[in-house]
Structures are given as structure tokens and as C-alpha cells.
């Protein structure tokens, strides 16, 4: 058997290490990739740079700790974009396992932008049954969140004493890793009118670009590539970034070219196969009519 | 009447609840709002008996000593202390057991557990992304673009890779959803005319 028809038999435990090394290495030593931005992500971008100081987004950490990688940066970039522009934020968090990720964000974000709880953003937290929440902010803030995460009453918070429902904000963020984020378009959107962008991970991205060439959404942010373009953004309008998910992207280049490669050498060896079983299948009928 | 009175209930709940997306007037939203409610109640109902139905099964296995105890041990053991530790100390608070446990058990466990994803995905590709015919070579000359796409490194392919999926990825998806809708629909349909009962343990 040659080296080629080998391939097809090559331990997994040799491509999983060359996986770890293509993580580990682009961390240490940055390639730093030039990031160019696609029209989804701007438009997510330029709707905030639009708004004014005073409007209000409301952001919905939609997603749990195991995607915290892709949804993680999403949500920290539209965060700090809003406190930069001066825009209030309402947080919801209508994942079971988001509240304390969406706590520690929110917290370290108002600290590096002097925000006061209350005043500039109001963390609303966790209701269960998502869809239902949504639909329940159409008609009043107060029917699913009486009281905000910390236990304050809404109309002893100075920035919800005039925020009755979606006809008070100007946008809708979900940072999402399942189906809420089509509860926002569906209801949010779609019966109460107001505007909604989206950040998913890449793998749910495909789903929802039916949403974005509609014009259903004014943005999508797909996956780590839609937080690194978004950073990037940020860090071309001179705004404070985090460089996190711009090294992330070196990692994933190298992964997807790792990736390819594997599919590559994969079909050299099937071809390689393939062939010599086509020898052997000659080889045997040769022989059975030699015999004959 | 064990089964006409949740034939009639389904019934007038389903029209009331479908009316109401049609019907702006505030006395359909009140009941609305009131259904929504139970809605709410009963899902916090079921996590409670999601919790009772946890503890047994691995009690059970504990006690029998099954294959694979062990791992209902720690299971058990995860969920007796978070909870303890959730009832004691307040989950807002930004340091304490809780959240200790949250941040430094739960939530790397959940991320290493789709980080392993990036594993198996690359393994499966080497395995099984084949050209073995023309379909199959058109599926794996796609995703290689679209890979490639996605990263810096594949800039130059960005524009083929959006055409991609605005074009005819989003096809294929709004088929997709067009038909999940409109299944839904049908049997949404179904169960309020009393024409699909398996929720009620019969056809």
C-alpha cells in the first residue's frame, strides 16, 4: 500500500493535534489580517452611528455560555457603540444560563464608559418563554419585567418612568444562538414596527440572510466575523475597540485553511483508493479469465 | 366528557389566541394577556417537574449501580449545589459561591463543550467531505468558498461567498421556513378543530 492510499487511514488523534496547534500558535504571534466589512455588518453600524444621543436600543442577550465565543464579542461591541454614542441601552436576558454573563458585560462596559445604572441603561434580566416576553414589551415593560434585575421597581428607574413599549426605543439588538432572535423579527418587527438587527452565530447565519435581503432586519452580525468586522468599524471611527476578536479571526483563517487542506488531502487519498481498488477489481477479472 | 371538554378548551383558546393577532381591540389583548400568563405558569411548573424527574432517574441508576453511575453522582451533586448555593447566597451579587460557580465551573464547561465541535468538525471533514459524484464535488466546492469567504485570509472570495449565501442559500432556507410555516399552520388547524388528538394520549 503506498503513502497516498495510507491517507484515508490516518489517525484522528493527528489531525485533532494539528487543529489545537492551529488554535494555539495565531494567538501568540498575531497575524493581523486586514478585515474587510460587509454590508450587513455596516448596516448594523451606521444605524447606530445615526441615532442620537438620548435614543434608545435594546439589547437582548439571547445566547448561553457555550457560544459566549462568537456572541460574547457581539454583544460587548454593540454595548460599547451605544454608551460611545451616548445612546441608552435596555438590556433584556431571555437565555436561562445569559443573566450572569449579560451581568458581568454590562457592568464592565458602564464602568469603562461612566455609565449609571438607571440613568444611561437599565438591565431588565430574565423572564422565561421568550417568544411570549417579546410580545408582552409590545403592550407595556411592566407586564413581563415589573421590577428590573436588580429588584427596582420600572417606575422608580428615571430612564423607564417614560418607556412604556417597542413606540419608545429605537432599535432591537438580539445577540442570539437559537430561535429568539426570529421571535424579535416576527413580533418585534413585524407586529409592532419597530426596527431589529440581529447577531447570531455563524453556523445560524445562514438562516437568517432571508430576514437581511428582505429588509426585515437592519443588520445581521454573523458569527465572530460579524464582531471582529464590527470592531474594526469601531477602531476606523475612532472609537475605543477590543482586539480579542480581530486575533480571533487570525485563529479562524488558519483553522479554515487547515480545514481545507484536511478536505484536500482527504480526496487525494479516496482518489488513491478508489484507484487501486479499480486495479485490483481489473486485476482479479484478468485472472478469472486466464483461469477460464 | 373526558375528552370534549379539552376539545372545547383547545378550541376556544386557539381562536381566541388567533383572533387576537387580527384584533387590536384591547378586550381580545386583555384575555390574551391572561392566557400568556398561564402560559408562563405552566412552563415554570414543568421545570419543577423536569427537576423531580432528574433526581429520580439518576437516583435510580445510583442505587442500581447501572454502568456509568459515577457521572449521576456528579450530576446530582452539580445540581444540589447550585441549587444551595442559588438559595443562600443572591444571584445578583457579582461575587459569591453562586457565581463563583457560574462563572468559573458552568460556563467554561458549556464553552469547551462547543469548542470540541472545531474537533469533530475537521475530522469529519477529512473523512467525509468526498467528491464522490457531481452533486457531491458541487457541495464541497461551495463550502470550501464559503469558508474561505468567511476569513481575512480568503478576502478576495468575500463577494462570490455573499452571492452565495444571499442568493442561493437564502432560496433554499425560505423554502425552508415557507413550508415550516405552513406546516405549522396546518397543524395548528389540525389540533384546534379536534382533528389531531395524540396530545391527549389517543389518535
Known sequence: MSFLEKIPRLDRRVLYLLVAIAAVVPMFTPLGLPIPTSREVEGLFDYIEELGPGSTVLVAFDFDPQTVGENGPQASGVLRHCFERDVNVLITALSQNAPGMAQEMIETAAAEYDK????????????????????????????PFPQDFYGTPLDSIPLMRAKQNYDDIDLVVSVAAGWVA???????????GCDVALAVTAVQAAQYYTFWNAQQIVGLL??????????????????SYTDAPLRGMDVQSIEHLLIIAFIVVGNVGF???RARQRREAAAARAERRGER | MKWEIPLVIVFVTGVILALSDFVPHQSIQDVREFFMSWLQIIGVLAVGLGLVSLTQVNLVKVRRKTPGWIYSVITLFGLVIMLVTGFVWDYREPSNPFQFLFQYALLPIYATMFSLLAFYIASAAFRAFKA???????????????MLGQVPVGAKLAPLKSWIMEVPNMAGFRAILLGIGLGGVAMALKIVFGIERAYMGRD
Not at chain 2, 132 to 146: D, E, G, P
Request: charged share 15%; with cysteine; net charge positive.
Open chain 1, 182 to 192: 426570529e421571535s424579535w423579527v416576527t413580533y418585534a418587527k413585524e407586529r409592532y
Open chain 1, 222 to 239: 454573523p458569527g465572530l466575523k460579524g464582531a471582529a468586522e464590527y470592531q474594526a468599524m469601531m477602531k476606523g471611527a475612532g472609537m
Open chain 2, 132 to 146: 464522490r459524484n457531481a452533486l457531491a464535488t458541487t457541495i464541497l466546492v461551495t463550502a470550501v468558498i464559503v
Open chain 1, 271 to 273: 482518489f488513491a483508493e
Open chain 1, 116 to 143: 449609571v445604572n438607571g440613568v444611561d441603561f437599565c438591565y431588565l434580566g430574565y423572564q422565561p418563554y421568550p417568544a411570549i416576553v417579546i410580545m408582552s414589551i409590545g403592550q407595556n415593560f411592566r407586564i
